[in-house]
């Protein structure tokens, strides 16, 4: 159980452009879901917050304009990153989580972004 | 500053060789101290969650300590399998979570 999926596994886009990553728990419904950012040999860095039917929180320093969460149901949240750039390339990583907490999450399997 | 450093950053083991992963923390009023193990090109997987100081627990042949600075992670025994990345991460009062930058782990068979 506690299966979380991401698509697409990975994009790769030009400069400019949008990218949307879906984020879905399969077996469960999920209250709340994180979003990550994760850059080769860094750390894990928590971008966004979102709960299903309200606005996501954003952690400092994360353009809210720039990558667009939307958790439109218990059971998907997207991540849109627009007008892409060469420094938002990155390994995104969501999880998912029943208890609106960071206890027990279960992340999904990541969103290699590449942007040329 | 709220703070979390892992060390080392990577380490190679013998199968049958145990040994520990570290991991310090600089924290506001800690909630929680999780343990998770990373495969290359995936998400993380959710090993343990610590709350107070001497608090253990054990899986496998991992078992998990906390003290008021550091936590461990303990390796008994390793086998091939279980190379992969370990990350900790704490939760801090203000309900931040800040993770380390993991430890390499590598055990040849």
């Known amino acids: 159980g506690a299966v979380v999926s991401q698509h697409p596994s990975w994009v790769i886009c030009k400069s400019g452009t949008s990218v949307k990553i879906e984020c879905r728990s399969l077996?469960?419904?999920?209250?709340?879901m994180f979003w990550y950012r994760q850059f080769p040999k860094q750390s894990l860095m928590l971008m966004a917050t979102?709960?299903?039917?309200?606005?996501?929180?954003?952690e400092q320093g994360v353009e809210k304009d720039k990558f667009l969460i939307n958790h439109a149901s218990l059971t998907l949240s997207t991540l849109t990153v627009t007008s892409a750039h060469p420094e938002d390339s990155s390994f995104y990583i969501c999880?998912?989580?029943?208890?609106?907490?960071?206890?027990?999450?279960?992340f999904g399997p990541g969103t290699r972004l590449t942007v040329l | 500053e709220d703070q979390v450093t892992q060390s080392p950053e990577a380490l190679r083991l013998q199968e049958g060789e145990s040994s520990s992963l570290n991991c310090s923390y600089t924290?506001?009023?800690?909630?929680?101290l999780f343990w998770y193990r990373q495969d290359p090109g995936k998400g993380p997987e959710f090993l343990f969650t610590?709350?107070?100081a001497g608090e253990e627990k054990e899986k496998e042949r991992l078992k998990a300590t906390l003290t008021k600075k550091e936590s461990f992670l303990h390796i008994t025994a390793p086998k091939p399998e279980d190379s992969a990345t370990y990350l900790c991460?704490?939760?801090?009062?203000?309900?931040?979570?800040?993770f380390g930058t993991g430890t390499r782990l590598t055990v040849i068979p």
């Open positions: 999880s998912a989580s029943w208890r609106s907490s960071y206890n027990e999450q279960f």
């Open positions: 610590l709350y107070s």
């Open positions: 979102s709960n299903e039917g309200s606005k996501a929180t954003y």
């Open positions: 924290v506001s009023g800690l909630r929680g």
């Open positions: 991460a704490a939760q801090t009062g203000a309900n931040n979570l800040f």
């Open positions: 077996d469960f419904q999920a209250t709340t």
